[in-house]
């Protein structure tokens, strides 16, 4: 009997020994391929192993050789490596056992594959708003802090009297000036740290969910790309050979926000305990708030009829199609946002650079004619 060993690793080993779902696709995609075609386990890693220029995936493969090399199965191989999912490494396990190993690597390059897509199309919509209001940080941070204190000098000089505008920018400019070096720092570390603890740390990230959740297109995006997930996985899932709780306990490892996690921890405790979909939905109206009416009526029916696994594919291709158009009506909607926004905030330092500008010119023509 093959039992994982558990080896033992530094702090930094654990934080480098990440595999991303691009590198477990090209993993996954290329083990299918060579296994299919008749190559054995050790030729095929090695096969990977010449092609690959990630250090730390190399070195996670060189381990999985040794592994097999000992005789490990291929499924325990994957579990030692700790970067693939627990699904993964059931779908590799149930394909071992039932003789669809290839079929079931080329699932999980197919998930990964989908997998990148939906969160690409996340961090897509995220990117371009982003990107302006960091740029449109760093010009502002550059007017006040070396551009604005200039003009306050010679205003001073010439004993200008300065619009409240221009005053509120010089004002931040000389503290800039004073303590910009330890200021901004610190300020982007605090809204790096702010971001980070509000969207990603686990104990708080359902602080960002409930903000994500309640902005128009942001809101519809999240639902359509987790209901694109939930029908594509499940449905996958279930015609590779997992059993729906099974399936299930993919479903909660894999989803991005806690809500949905929630949700599938409930479906799975209702279909553990023997019910239909049909009366795990009925346990749990709440649930009508994440998959819509409409949708559990479709997954009853596949249910119903005994194509469970092909409607929930259906139902994943469906969101994956309505993904693409909600990503691109959400840039339509924001790029003019976004312009007016920056606009105002040009017009803004504008009047606040001109203003004094125009006042130096008249102190300046006052003291020349006296």
Do not use: C
């Not at 970067?83 to 056992?97: N, Q, T, V, Y």
Request: hydrophobic content about 45%; cysteine-free; aromatic content about 10%.
């Amino acid at each position: 009997m093959n039992v994982p060993r558990k080896k033992q690793r530094t702090f930094f080993e654990y934080l480098t020994r990440r595999g991303s779902p691009k590198e477990r696709e090209y993993l996954f995609e290329n083990l299918s391929l060579l296994l299919g075609s008749g190559m054995p386990v050790i030729e095929a890693f090695n096969a990977i192993k010449s092609e690959i220029r990630s250090p730390g995936l190399r070195r996670i493969v060189e381990e999985m050789i040794s592994d097999v090399q000992s005789g490990i199965s291929l499924s325990t191989t994957l579990e030692n490596a700790e970067i693939f999912s627990p699904h993964a490494i059931s779908l590799i396990r149930i394909g071992e056992k039932s003789g669809r190993l290839v079929e079931n690597l080329k699932i999980l390059a197919i998930e990964d594959q989908k997998e990148r897509t939906f969160s690409s199309k996340l961090h897509s919509a995220a990117m371009y708003p982003a990107f302006v209001f960091t740029l449109t940080f760093i010009v502002g941070i550059g007017i006040a802090w070396f551009i604005l204190p200039k003009i306050s000098l010679i205003a001073s000089q010439l004993k200008v009297t300065l619009p409240l505008i221009t005053k509120i920018l010089m004002g931040i400019g000389s503290f800039l000036q004073a303590y910009g070096i330890i200021a901004v720092p610190l300020f982007v570390i605090s809204i790096i740290a702010g971001i980070y603890f509000t969207f990603f740390f686990p104990a708080t990230k359902h602080l960002g969910e409930s903000i994500l959740f309640v902005l128009p297109g942001i809101n519809k995006l999240l639902r359509e790309t987790e209901l694109a997930r939930f029908g594509y996985l499940l449905g996958t899932l279930l015609s590779a050979g997992l059993s729906p709780t099974e399936a299930l306990d993919s479903l909660v490892f894999s989803a991005s926000f806690n809500r949905h996690k929630r949700l599938y921890r409930l479906l799975r405790k209702g279909i553990s305990e023997g019910n239909s979909f049909k009366k795990t939905f009925a346990l749990y109206p709440r649930s009508s708030s994440l998959i819509p009416p409409a949708i559990q009526q479709l997954i009853i029916s596949g249910e119903q009829s005994g194509h469970l696994s092909e409607t929930l594919l259906k139902i994943g291709k469906n969101f994956e199609d309505k993904t693409e158009t909600t990503a691109k009506d959400l840039t339509v909607i924001l790029e003019p946002v976004l312009l007016v926004i920056v606009w105002l905030g040009v017009v803004f330092v504008a009047i606040a650079v001109v203003l004094p500008i125009y006042s130096l010119i008249g102190g300046i023509n006052s003291n020349g004619g006296a």
